[in-house]
């Protein structure tokens, strides 16, 4: 059974940072295109981040040099570090793996930046 298993959420304040994470198990994780996506009140889900097997990265305008995303193929985890945040982050956070056969997506995290 596939789990995808977000962690570090939070409230943080304009201009603060989190660090995200996403434990899987039961998938071969170095064969998965890793993503991270969000969805605000409201709004649809859109893509924030991915990595690619081999490690090449692809960011929303909205986060480019502020986000950045990684991953540990020996700890089945990918991480997003958030820098600089703003009250337009404020969203639910899920972490996404995908590969030709399908794709899989964690619970979420919430994510709200705020004064």
């Known amino acids: 059974q596939v789990h995808l298993v977000e962690s570090g959420g939070g409230l943080v304040q304009p201009g603060g940072s989190l660090r995200l994470s996403c434990e899987a198990s039961g998938i071969r994780f170095s064969s998965y295109i890793m993503g991270w996506y969000r969805q605000a009140p409201g709004k649809q889900r859109e893509s924030v981040a991915t990595i690619s097997r081999g490690g090449t990265t692809n960011y929303a305008e909205s986060v480019v040099g502020r986000f950045t995303i990684s991953r540990d193929n020996a700890k089945n985890t990918v991480y997003l570090q958030m820098n600089n945040l703003k009250p337009e982050d404020t969203a639910v956070y899920y972490c996404?793996?995908?590969?030709?056969?399908?794709?899989?997506w964690g619970q979420g995290t919430q994510v709200t930046v705020s004064s």
């Open positions: 996404n793996a995908a590969r030709s056969d399908g794709r899989y």
